[in-house]
Nanobody
Framework: QVQLVESGGGLVQAGGSLILSCVAS????????MGWYRQAPGNQREFIAT???????NYADSVKGRFTISRDNAKNTVYLQMNSLKPGDSAVYYC??????????????WGQGTQVTVSS
């Protein structure tokens, strides 16, 4: 019913920047909170940042001051600007969205993930 597609991952040197995008499509009436999470090998998926439809944001302490989440409600898209990247930021990054479907039911969806690798 709904697909989330991330893009923008890749290989970057420490100190560099990347911007991730995630576009939601399908039977969408509206989208409440959108967010980014990441999972490194052998680790659990961890919270990075969320943004409400109204633009209120919340960040993990590990990325505060370096990452910025934003969204374009008209395009059903969420972004993650990542600056001052560190090798420890290497992971698969996933977007999530709490979607109000055209049926008015609410379901949380996840993207397929995009790999971010930061070299030292």
């Amino acid at each position: 019913q709904v697909q989330l597609v991330e893009s923008g991952g890749g290989l970057v040197q420490a100190g560099g920047s990347l911007i991730l995008s995630c576009v939601a499509s399908g039977s969408i009436f509206s989208i409440n909170t959108m967010g980014w999470y990441r999972q490194a090998p052998g680790n659990q998926r961890e919270f990075i940042a969320t943004i409400t439809r109204g633009g209120s944001t919340n960040y993990a302490d590990s990325v505060k001051g370096r990452f910025t989440i934003s969204r374009d409600n008209a395009k059903n898209t969420v972004y993650l600007q990542m600056n001052s990247l560190k090798p420890g930021d290497s992971a698969v990054y996933y977007c999530s969205a709490e979607v109000v479907l055209t049926t008015r039911s609410i379901t949380n969806y996840w993207g397929q993930g995009t790999q971010v690798t930061v070299s030292s």
